[in-house]
């Protein structure tokens, strides 16, 4: 038996073969037995997209480890691949000497044809460089479920947890995990029980028959911190913090949303929190979904609402009023591939532009990004606290690697690590010998108060249209517009000074400064690490930014921005910083793989 620092397991078939539930149970059961992880589910960007086709074809890889972990691995050890079409979607991303698991009862002629194979690819040269096990998973499953009362079909449904058992020998996985979430999920179906856990069994002894699997490997636990740990995904984080965050501040938490991929798992999740005061609306459109939100905001409450890329162009006009409100209001844009319906499924950094402008007029708003999944619940909390204690529209840049991604995440003593976020409420008692200003502002943070409709001696108008300094009131005057334009600029730039300083990861001069933001961290970081004279810059707060920029940019020969569009943040910072920054993009709705990053790299240390 070998033991190795980590293995990349990608399982792949069609949307019905279980393939994301196999892969999270193997992701579960490895955190469970100490490795540190990182997994990416690929969903097929179409909704019912034909069997046995590659545009069907849905994945689910996971990176495991005993070391650092902090993407889902450049390229598979093992592919485990249920039809032709997903051996045809992933062939091309294996390296040579990989372990491919074949599901040799789905390799027929039509399937061949429906994945865009003449022939059978088992008898041409594409598999000669790998391992391959030609598996009778759907056959043996059944075989193996003979005795169980179960029609066919679900007894075939089954052999995800055969292919599971598989790999759980190949990588000496604990089964017990998983025989215990079976019984869990199937509480009161003994048959149902009884078939997954058999079948579970059986794809493990049969990997121990077979001398095709070779040599069975070990991964140690990581060195971790001690604490309480559970797998998080980004879009759950970032429900909890919001959750955490509104309970900081003492008040509710409303959030009004309307379903799009890949944002509605975060509406999913906080309609489960009713306890926590949490109120959440499905509303009609995006419109009325951001709307509401603002309502809320109005009426005290948290104002929350969760997009993609669509459904924030859609909402920019509203997010706009919000601006001219000053009210806090925090929007959550999970980007994926665009423009337009674009790539619904995969993921892309290329709303940065839209979020600092994409709005009529001068309407500056805070934006900022999480780095990784377990991020996701602090920059929530940080997105909140900027909202409600300057009074603004906050935009939080997710993306849909970091929302369906996930990773072990020590949970926080919240009471220990979390400061209290302070509210602008006003006190109405303060205005009983005085007239209320809605607009008139504290030095320090140019930030209003916030008074509630209803509240005793606050009656105050808001609307879209230009502000009179301090009163509030409907103004065309062409002085006055000017001044109020800059306030709310200078309003948001002044949070500069309520963001921490940038740090460094690495030495804080050198040769190469790379930067970037979102969900490319994990890469980078990763990359960065291979040299001893690069340095990494990972930007989470995008508008304003971090005050310490200017001086970390002078310290480094050359500054390399990676990002997942056109150079965006790389345009961005030559507008704010008289630097030659230079870019490294990528648009295919792919993550970075660290190689490519580290090739990148080397190519301009030899330049040099």
Known sequence: MQSVDNVVIRFSGDSGDGMQLTGTQFSDTSAFMGNDISTFPDFPAEIRAPQGTVAGVSGFQVNFGSNEITTPGD?????????????????????????????????????????????????????????????SITNQTKEALEEIDLDTKLKTRC????ALGMTYYMYSRDLEPTKDWIKQKFLGKDNIIEANTKALEAGYNYADTIEAIGDRY??????????????????????????????????????????????????????????????????????????SAIGASFGGALGLTTSSGPGIALKGEAIGLAMMYELPLVIVDVQRGGPSTGLPTKTEQSDLNMAINGRNGESPVVVV????????????????????????????????????????????????????????????????????????????KLVRSWAIPGMENTMH?????????NTGNVSYDPANHQKMVDIRQDKIEKI??????????????????????????????????????????????????PKNLDEIFSKFKRIVVCELNKGQLRNLLATKYNYNFESYTKVQGKPFQIRELTGMISKKLEEA
């Open 75 to 135: 390229t598979p050890d093992v592919l485990v691949a249920m039809n032709p079409a997903a051996l045809k979607a992933n062939l091309s991303d294996l390296k040579k000497g990989s372990t491919i698991i074949l599901n040799k009862d789905a390799f027929t002629s039509l399937n061949f044809k429906k994945a865009g194979y003449e022939v059978d690819p088992r008898e041409t040269h594409l598999l000669e460089d790998y391992n391959v096990i030609d598996a």
């Open 159 to 162: 052999k995800n947890f055969y």
């Open 218 to 291: 070990t991964v140690d636990k990581a060195a971790i911190d001690k604490g309480l740990y559970r797998q998080i995904n980004g879009n759950t984080a970032l429900s909890l913090g919001f959750v955490m965050a509104a309970q900081k501040a003492g008040i509710n938490l409303f959030l009004g949303s309307y379903p799009i991929t890949p944002a509605s798992d975060i509406l999913h999740e906080l309609s489960k929190h009713k306890n926590f005061g949490v109120k959440t609306f499905q509303a009609e459109d995006e419109i009325a979904a951001v709307c």
């Open 369 to 444: 990004a999480p780095s990784r999944p377990t991020d996701c619940f602090h920059m929530a909390y940080e997105a909140s606290r900027l909202a409600l204690e300057h009074m603004t529209p906050v935009i939080v840049l997710s993306d849909g690697y970091i929302a369906n991604g996930s990773e072990p995440w020590k949970i926080p003593n919240v009471d220990s690590e979390y400061k209290n976020i302070k509210t602008n409420f006003v006190n109405p008692d303060d205005y009983k010998e005085e007239t209320y200003l809605a607009y008139k502002r504290g030095e320090e």
């Open 461 to 469: 108008r808001l609307g879209g249209l230009e502000k009179e300094e």
């Open 496 to 545: 500069a000074n309520y963001i921490p300083n940038q740090e460094v990861e690495g030495s804080d001069s050198g040769d190469i400064l790379i930067v970037s933001w979102g969900g490319t961290y994990g890469a980078t970081h990763q990359a960065v690490k291979e040299f001893d004279n690069v340095s990494l810059m990972h930007i989470k707060y995008l508008n304003p930014m």
